[in-house]
């Protein structure tokens, strides 16, 4: 089973591919500049994501929102799918609660995929 993980969101939508030196100035840009210190991009494999949002609530109130994706990645000579659960906090949710929700959901799964599970493990 999966652990908890908390990473920092770097952005940006174009509609187009094109170099980072012609990207929109920005943090996500410059990060990028720096890590490939004037190498160009290579394309080592695709992914193709399909993403279902749902709110989970509380006593009716909105808590937290569960992503559940479906990727796919794609190499010249293979495919893997993988799925993957995110869930994200509200701001107004005690970060306590996350626990909770990590607990329920790993229970959840458990029971619903046990060998899918045994094989991650």
């Known amino acids: 089973m999966g652990a908890v993980h908390r990473r920092r969101l770097c952005e ?7 170099p980072p030196v012609e990207w929109p100035e920005s943090p996500e840009r410059d990060l990028v500049l720096q890590l490939i210190a004037g190498e160009p991009l290579l394309t080592f494999f695709e992914l193709r994501q399909t993403r279902v949002n749902r709110m989970l609530k509380e006593d009716d109130q909105p808590v937290a929102e569960l992503s559940l994706d479906s990727v796919s990645l794609v190499t010249a000579d ?8 995110e869930v994200t906090l509200l701001p107004q949710t ?3 609660k996350l626990m909770t929700i990590a607990c329920c959901l790993q229970d959840v799964c458990q029971s619903i995929f046990p060998q899918m599970l045994a094989r991650l493990c």
Do not use: D, F, G, P
Request: net charge neutral.
């Open 94 to 96: 005690a970060e306590e």
């Open 12 to 18: 940006l939508r174009m509609a187009t591919s094109r």
């Open 78 to 85: 293979k495919e893997q799918v993988l799925l993957v659960l």
